[in-house]
Every structure is written in structure tokens, then in C-alpha cells.
């Protein structure tokens, strides 16, 4: 069973940066395409970015193409989703999934979940 743990959420100024990470355990996180994705209060979830298992491809949202940036380390079981310009429409709880290979925007595609770390983007 893999498991999924993030962090590095936490409260930024307008413009400014973070970098969250995904930390898998549990499976061989080689075989795993992990997806971010988002929810704000009273919005449905969002997928931003994802990355194949094998980290040769990754896609983004239209909301973050050209801000965000996504990378694996597989030796470390990692995802990062370096995240920069931030702005106040950027804060929710954000999420990192995992499914075999293939990485999609969809999260019902998902099998396994994190619990989420909150992103503030505020003055």
C-alpha cells in the first residue's frame, strides 16, 4: 500500500515562493505517476500539474503553466512541485496523488492520496 505524505504548504506573500514535497513509502514509487492537485474553500478540486512514473513527461494546468514546476527524485521517493509567483487565487489545500505510470489532471484516476498541506498566499 503506498502512502503519500506532504509538506512544505505554509502562509507566503503575494509573489512570493514555495516548494512542496510528496514523499511516497510503502510501494515501489518507480512505478507511480504522481498528480498536485487543490481545493479551495466552495471550489472544486483541481488538478495542476503531474509527472510520469518515469518523470520523462509532465503536464500542467493553464492556471500554473509558467509558475509551477514539477520534478521527481525516484532514489528519494519524491515529487516536488516548486510553486512561484504567488498569488491570492493560489491558496487551498494541496494535495499530491499516486496512480500506476501514466499521470493525468484527473484526479479520479487516483488511487492513493496524501493528507494535504495548506497553502496561504496573503499580505
Known amino acids: 500500500q503506498l502512502r503519500l505524505v506532504e509538506s512544505g504548504g505554509g502562509l507566503v506573500q503575494p509573489g512570493g515562493s514555495l516548494r512542496l514535497s510528496c514523499a511516497g513509502s510503502?510501494?515501489?514509487?518507480?512505478?507511480?505517476?504522481i498528480g498536485w492537485f487543490r481545493q479551495a474553500p466552495g471550489k472544486e478540486r483541481e488538478g495542476i500539474s503531474c509527472i510520469f512514473a518515469n518523470g520523462e513527461t509532465t503536464k500542467y494546468a493553464d492556471s500554473v503553466q509558467g509558475r509551477f514546476t514539477i520534478s521527481r527524485d525516484n532514489a528519494k521517493s519524491m515529487v516536488y512541485l516548486q510553486m512561484d509567483s504567488l498569488s491570492p487565487e493560489d491558496t487551498a489545500v494541496y494535495y499530491c496523488?499516486?496512480?500506476?505510470?501514466?499521470?493525468?489532471?484527473?484526479?479520479?484516476?487516483?488511487?492513493?492520496w496524501g493528507q494535504g498541506t495548506q497553502v496561504t498566499v496573503s499580505t
Open positions: 496523488a499516486a496512480r500506476l505510470w501514466v499521470a493525468t489532471l484527473t484526479g479520479s484516476e487516483y488511487d492513493y
Open positions: 510503502g510501494g515501489t514509487f518507480d512505478y507511480y505517476a
